[in-house]
């Protein structure tokens, strides 16, 4: 692998890409409980997720580079403007292309969902709109709301809300409010990740004036927060199920748990850039299984 095809991957942060699929397959698995199950939109609708989040990536390394977020004193992994890698000019080109594949694989998934149902179409086109112009300003332009405390309400709302809702409705083209339930569950523990990220870096944030949530709250209150974040994804889960009377199959989703935990103990023990790193790559992992292996109990209940 070249140098710049190896830079290039460090950009685009393959690691995060499975978390960005979790809210895309906890609706498929809602929708196919509800016998609405498509290949080609649950195909679809990963692809375009996946562009959504290279994209964000990509604007990530740049509007941090550019904003000097990005200094000697980061502790997680290198990145690609700010060492040098890639230039800033090439970064900009590539996020123009992804940016078109994302809207390209957008406008594909809403005519395989919707067909001429104009209405549908346009509100997605809508909401798809919003989610690139999200994922570019997170860390880009004069006032990039990722360094104003914002960002865990944007993954909340992505990862969780209209991810999972938005998802269901391209199988069913209906919602119902218990929905509500799973949905924001996934979208606590999206943010969950983006917490431990955040506790890692608060000290280097803090000098360079990224004000994350994290930095507001303050370590001991970010790590508590951290917890809450767990805790009521699981209760908003046993929620739904009980609710819904789902059967023995989605409480597959269970051994999830003890990792979640194992990396929350980790963040609330140590401030070591290495654990944190591993503590924030187990999350990533078991939030991405959680949502998993709920899909598939609730697909098979």
């Known amino acids: ?45 990963l692809l375009t997720a996946i562009l959504l989040q290279i994209l964000s990536n990509l604007a990530n390394d740049y509007g941090d580079a550019v904003s000097g977020a ?6 997680g992994p290198q990145r690609a403007v700010v060492s040098g890698l890639i230039s800033r000019g090439e970064m900009v080109r590539a996020m123009v292309l992804v940016a078109l594949g994302a809207v390209a694989s957008g406008l594909g998934l809403l005519i395989t969902a919707f067909g001429n149902n104009w209405l549908d179409v346009l509100l997605f086109v809508a909401f798809g709109g919003f989610a690139i112009i999200a994922a570019i300003t997170y860390t880009v332009g004069k006032t990039p709301y990722g360094y104003r405390g914002f960002g865990d309400i944007s ?32 979208g606590l523990l999206a943010t969950a990740v983006l917490n431990i990220n955040n506790v890692r870096d608060i000290e280097g944030d803090r000098v360079s004036g990224k004000i994350t949530l994290a930095v507001r709250l303050g370590r001991e209150k970010a790590i508590a927060y951290h917890w809450v974040l767990l805790g009521a994804a699981l209760l908003l889960t046993i929620a739904f199920l009980l609710l819904e009377g789902a059967g023995p199959w989605p409480w597959i989703f269970l051994p999830a748990l003890k990792p979640l935990s194992g990396a929350a103990r980790i963040l609330s023990e140590t401030r070591d850039g290495a654990r944190l790193n591993g503590a924030l790559k187990q999350t990533a992992i078991s939030a991405f299984l959680y949502s998993l292996l709920l899909a598939i109990g609730l697909a098979l209940s």
């Open 70 to 75: 990005d200094n000697e004193t980061r502790i």
């Open 1 to 45: 692998m070249t140098e710049k095809l190896t830079a290039w991957v460090l950009a685009a942060r393959l690691r995060t890409l499975p978390l960005a699929c979790s809210s895309i397959l906890l609706g498929t698995g809602l929708a196919a409980r509800n016998g609405a199950f498509d290949g080609a939109i649950m195909g679809l609708s």
């Open 155 to 186: 993954v909340f709302l992505f990862f969780g809300l209209l991810g999972v809702l938005g998802s269901f409705y391209l199988f069913t083209h209906s919602l119902s409010w218990p929905l509500l339930l799973p949905a924001a569950a996934c």
